[in-house]
Nanobody
Framework: QVQLVESGGGLVQAGGSLRLSCAAS????????MAWFRQAPGKEREFVAS????????YYKDSVKGRFTISRDNAKNTVYLQMNSLKPEDTAVYSC????????????WGQGTQVTVSS
């Protein structure tokens, strides 16, 4: 069983930065594709960014490209999301997810951390 715990959320003014962390335990973190998703009030959960097990490939939602950076430290079993130039529309609960099998859906999820960007 894989456990994921996010941290680093908070309240920030537009144009500011936050760094989210997601610590994993209970599995083989270095083998998993990891991702960040977000869900704003009244909206569907949406993909934000993902990173392969070796960090060789990263993918981003178009609206965050150039502002957000996903990275991971397999020695620390942690994935990060550096968020710069934040906008009010980035306000959401951000959750990390793990995909433990190639081609499978993300099957482990954290509880999420709130990010609020004020204008």
């Amino acid at each position: 069983q894989v456990q994921l715990v996010e941290s680093g959320g908070g309240l920030v003014q537009a144009g500011g930065s936050l760094r989210l962390s997601c610590a994993a335990s209970g599995g083989t973190f270095s083998a998993y594709t990891m991702a960040w998703f977000r869900q704003a009030p009244g909206k569907e959960r949406e993909f934000v960014a993902s990173i392969t097990w070796s960090s060789s490939s990263t993918y981003y939602k178009d609206s965050v490209k150039g502002r957000f950076t996903i990275s991971r430290d397999n020695a620390k079993n942690t994935v990060y999301l550096q968020m710069n130039s934040l906008k009010p529309e980035d306000t959401a609960v951000y959750s990390c997810a793990a995909r433990t099998a190639v081609g499978a859906p993300y099957n482990y999820w954290g509880q999420g951390t709130q990010v609020t960007v004020s204008s």
